[in-house]
């Protein structure tokens, strides 16, 4: 069993402010999924990455494989940014479709 | 425009009835999914199709029941054997890719609720 730990699990956070989410998990993985969703409840992928860093927009996502962490920044934060923002991984052969283990979710919310 | 829909939003039913979950997409994915999302917890999975007319258990399968039939739809079933229905559903699917590793696609979520 994968376990995922998201941190913080509630950020409160300024318009324009440097933002950084973490996540750990227990077991090697083959991927590593960020999703956002908003309070409505729909979910969009935002990033999936097997190592390095990817980038897009103001949102970044790196990840360390060997120490088996996480994080998405986003930079210039702006209150559109708030929602909750979940880490799942990927890992375990399940042939060919793509098992899920999920971190339990980071709530942001960006003020003026 | 290409995505998952699901239908509806918002569900009532009364404790003792079976419900039906409605998830269609047109990303012409072979694999779909449902997962459940409970306040406090991860989304955990409920069942899964890697392909039409085959399924797979997920870890929270018990009470819950789907079939396959078309390669664009994957309906879930929450029968009266599921002790605590009411929840937030939320189906995706992946396109195979033949990689490793494939990103999924979730649709809107229905959130159902048993009184």
């Known amino acids: 069993k994968n376990e995922v730990e998201q941190s913080p699990q509630n950020l409160t956070a300024q318009e324009g402010e440097f933002i950084t989410i973490n996540c750990s998990y227990s077991v090697g993985i083959s991927a590593l999924h960020w999703l956002q969703q908003h309070p409505g409840g729909g979910i969009v992928s935002l990033f999936m990455l097997s190592s390095g860093k990817k980038k897009h927009g103001r949102l970044i996502a790196t990840i360390n494989i060997q120490e088996k962490h996480s994080s998405l920044h986003i930079t210039a934060s702006h209150p559109r940014d708030s929602a909750v923002y979940i880490c799942?991984?990927?890992?375990?052969?399940?042939?060919?479709?793509?098992?899920?283990?999920f971190g339990t979710g980071t709530r942001l919310q960006v003020t003026l | 425009d290409g995505g998952i829909t699901q239908s509806p939003k918002y569900l009532f039913r009364k404790e003792g009835q079976n419900v039906t979950l409605s998830c269609e997409q047109n990303l012409n994915h072979d694999a779909m999914y449902w997962y459940r999302q409970d306040p406090g917890q991860g989304l955990r999975l409920i069942y899964y199709s890697q392909i039409v007319n085959d399924f797979q258990k997920g870890d929270i399968a018990e009470g819950y029941s789907v079939s396959r039939e078309k390669k664009e739809s994957f309906p879930l079933t929450v029968t009266s054997a599921q002790k605590n229905p009411t929840a937030f559903y939320l189906c995706?699917?992946?396109?195979?890719?033949?990689?490793?590793?494939?990103?999924?696609?979730f649709g809107p979520g229905t959130r159902l609720t048993v009184l």
């Open positions: 995706a699917s992946s396109d195979q890719g033949g990689g490793p590793y494939n990103e999924q696609f």
């Open positions: 799942a991984v990927q890992w375990g052969n399940t042939g060919t479709a793509s098992k899920l283990t």
